[in-house]
């Protein structure tokens, strides 16, 4: 995502500020169960999030000995940072309880289910990362998701512009 991007950075009303989404994950995962993960960072890291920089576009969560690991998630280097910078693509704990470990490690060994996050944000100071058991979609359930938002939109459009007559 660009720094400019506005739109995706503005805080809701819950008190959360979009770092960057995974727009791909809803077009070729069908989302079974979300949750929230906390994001063990180190200082330029954070710097670069606040920044507006991160990129969620090739990232996926393994379970690993109990643990939760973000693997793929792209943090560019904090531009003003020295030479004890981060690696950009390094693996990145997530914080989640026991039990919500077991149950998503659970659904996420079954045939065809995978973690994939879906956004990155801060919530009252702390990054975030909405991570999600999904199943790959086949092409034409693909065709048909495209099928179902086209018509949903040339309605919406119908309404709108039947609502400003």
């Known amino acids: 995502m660009a720094k400019g991007d506005k739109k995706d950075k503005k805080a809701a009303g819950d008190g959360t500020v979009n770092i960057c989404r995974n727009r ?10 979300r949750v929230e993960c906390g994001l063990v960072l180190v200082g330029t890291e954070v710097k670069s999030l606040r920044a507006g920089y991160g990129n969620l576009e090739d990232a996926y969560a393994r379970v690993d000995g109990g643990e939760v690991w973000l693997i793929g998630a792209e943090i560019p280097e904090y531009e003003h940072g020295n030479r004890l910078n981060h690696k950009p693509k390094r693996e990145r704990k997530l914080l989640l309880h026991r039990r919500e470990i077991d149950k998503f490690a659970g659904k996420a060994s079954e045939k065809g289910l995978t973690l994939v996050p879906l956004r990155m944000y801060f919530k009252e100071g702390r990054a975030k990362v909405e991570l999600a058991v999904a199943k790959g979609k086949q092409t034409h359930d693909k065709r048909e998701s495209l099928k179902k938002s086209d018509a949903k939109r040339q309605i919406d459009r119908a309404l709108a512009a039947r609502r400003k007559r």
């Open 24 to 33: 791909r994950a809803t077009h070729d995962y069908e989302v079974l169960d």
